[in-house]
């Protein structure tokens, strides 16, 4: 951790004070500590930075320094995906397609991996894919799971080739 950071922070640097909580949660350069990592990013999220507000959401719903609560998490991570967040808005649709600290809600799951996805995460484009494939929240479409599975395939997903070459057994 660089003494600038460090000072920034103490300043009310919002993007400082989350690059400090990124150095207690990973240990780097400091000792790692999740509660002080936990209250660095609760003093830039209070502040409306979206990376922040994502890292916080994360921190409830794993219990980093912290007490685990999915609603908390959840709470978070809208905050920062409502901002274009990207990996909040996948999260987000974790916690509605699994109902943690949400009821189970595959229609808002989708919704939100579907954001995630159009911005490009191959995670994000998976689910979409298998939301598509399983009629999960959307009605079934295997074009669409298709497609969404070749994009997420063309970034690296081992998982969406395979249900690509399954698919393709069928004739797709």
């Given amino acids: 951790m660089g003494i600038f950071t460090m000072m920034m922070a103490e300043q009310g640097n919002p993007i400082?004070?989350?690059?400090?909580?990124?150095?207690?949660?990973?240990?780097?350069?400091?000792?790692?500590?999740?509660?002080?990592?936990?209250?660095?990013?609760?003093?830039?999220?209070?502040?409306?930075l979206a990376e922040a507000q994502y890292n916080l959401g994360l921190c409830y719903e794993e219990g980093h320094g912290i007490s685990q609560n999915y609603s908390e998490a959840v709470r978070w991570y809208r905050k920062a995906a409502d901002q274009g967040f990207v990996r909040a808005q996948f999260n987000l649709g974790g916690c509605y397609f699994s109902g943690r600290g949400v009821p189970q809600n595959y229609t808002e799951a989708f919704k939100w991996h579907l954001k995630a996805a159009e911005q490009g995460d191959p995670d994000a484009q998976f689910n979409v894919g298998l939301a598509y494939f399983r009629g999960n929240g959307v009605r079934e479409d295997a074009q669409e799971a298709i497609r969404w599975f070749r994009k997420a395939a063309e970034?690296?997903?081992?998982?969406a080739l395979r249900n690509l070459n399954f698919l393709r057994g069928f004739g797709y």
């Fill in 16 to 48: 400082s004070q989350c690059a400090v909580g990124t150095d207690y949660y990973l240990g780097n350069g400091v000792m790692q500590d999740y509660a002080e990592a936990v209250k660095w990013f609760r003093k830039a999220a209070d502040q409306g």
């Fill in 155 to 159: 970034q690296g997903d081992a998982e």
